[in-house]
């Protein structure tokens, strides 16, 4: 499995970005994609993720309510939509894919997209 993000840059406090995650290979045997973040210094966290068949969507409480996770099967695209941005969601965002679980070990990763939020 091949992943590639898209959609990353700058956006002032309060603004939105949309990053797409497209997904190439045995895509057939994804069972959730992921999206992570890591910001300097700190450690890789977990943002959300959306499982394949059902479209079930999975939030950590800091995005709750601000960030949505889509996906589009015919084009094997994820989507992060990212509104209300804070400074504090500054990082380096990673989509990934698993064959488990969405809250268990992903398999592949895409090469990272970097978001930065600042007046």
């Known amino acids: 499995v091949q992943l590639v993000e898209s959609g990353g840059g700058l956006v002032q406090p309060g603004g939105s970005l949309r990053l797409s995650c497209a997904a190439s290979?045995?895509?057939?045997?994804?069972?959730?994609m992921g999206w992570f973040r890591q910001a300097p210094g700190k450690e890789r966290e977990f943002v959300g993720s959306?499982?394949?068949?059902?479209?079930?969507?999975y939030y950590a409480d800091s995005v709750k309510g601000r960030f949505t996770i889509a996906r589009d099967n015919a084009k094997n695209t994820v989507y992060l939509q990212m509104n209300s941005l804070k400074p504090e969601d500054t990082a380096v965002y990673y989509c990934?894919?698993?064959?488990?679980?969405?809250?268990?070990?992903?398999?592949?990763w895409g090469q990272g997209t970097q978001v930065t939020v600042s007046s």
């Open positions: 990934a894919s698993t064959r488990g679980t969405w809250y268990g070990k992903y398999d592949y």
């Open positions: 959306i499982t394949r068949i059902s479209g079930r969507t």
């Open positions: 290979g045995s895509i057939f045997s994804i069972n959730a």
